[in-house]
């Protein structure tokens, strides 16, 4: 299978290296299309239908994300980003590659090599992933979380919190002193939370990253986190979520 891919970039001379680095791939990747800016890239990725885009973030007019946005069918994206490493974990976590610029060609060898591993998959279209990420990216990471208790309102520092748990129907924070219930779901604040200060290893827990004292492995390929609160808490990681623990 050979992918189509459409190349956007303001700068030309940028443009212009990306596609000639691709061209060391032409056996497995055929270029149908650039453009120049956002809205250019809309109407150039809509008509050649792509399989992959490589798309500048930070462009004139409106920048790749609402190139993205704007996209009634989202192809897997390759951003081409001088970003800073919390935006970079956005991108890791929800399988949509990155090049930094000036683009290398080690670099570009890695990307490709993860897009022959998505080909073997049920698809290359990341819908769903995209939107997640430009929902974490579209808002701050979270400092601190408003809590209702009776008729009182705590708010709780998002560092003082040890990890968030989902149990019957309901979603809980955990500080080292107290346990407190939470109005929406575990993803609503995986999307809000900074991603290099808590990590999903469940799903029904997200923790906090500065109260991990050790990671165990267990059995069938799962890892144990042992944690620095007064109760020494312990908590299953999962085989889907064991590469994130493995990044630390």
Do not use: F, M, P, T
């Given at each position: 299978m050979r992918l189509r891919a459409v190349v956007v970039d303001d700068e030309e001379l940028a443009r212009k290296r990306l596609s000639k680095l691709l061209r060391a791939y032409a056996a497995e990747i055929e270029i149908v299309g650039e453009a120049g800016h956002g809205e250019e890239a809309v109407g150039v990725i809509s008509s050649a239908r792509p399989d992959v885009v490589f798309l500048?973030?930070?462009m004139p007019g409106f920048d790749g994300f609402e190139v993205v946005r704007r996209l009634e069918t989202k192809p897997f994206i390759v951003f081409v980003t001088a970003y800073n490493d919390y935006?970079?974990?956005a991108f890791e976590e929800n399988s949509i590659d990155y090049l930094l610029k000036p683009v290398e060609q080690a670099r570009l060898e890695k990307?490709?090599?993860k897009m022959r591993r998505l080909i073997g998959s049920s698809s290359l279209r990341m819908d769903g992933n995209v939107e997640k990420m430009l929902?974490?990216?579209a808002s701050p990471p979270l400092e601190r979380l408003k809590v209702t208790l009776g008729d009182k309102i705590i708010l709780v520092d998002i560092a003082d919190i040890v990890y968030f748990e989902a149990k019957d129907k309901y979603t809980y924070l955990h500080t080292e002193e107290k346990e407190y219930a939470l109005d929406g779901t575990l993803a609503?604040?995986?999307a809000r939370l900074d991603a290099t200060k808590f990590v999903r290893i469940h799903r029904s827990f997200i923790v906090n990253v500065r109260f991990i004292?050790?990671?165990v492995r267990w059995f069938a390929g799962r890892y144990k986190v042992r944690l620095k609160d007064k109760t020494g808490t312990e908590l299953i990681v999962t085989r889907?979520?064991?590469d994130a623990i493995r990044r630390l």
């Open positions: 500048d973030v930070q935006a970079l974990r990307a490709v090599e929902a974490r990216l609503d604040l995986e004292r050790e990671i889907s979520y064991a």
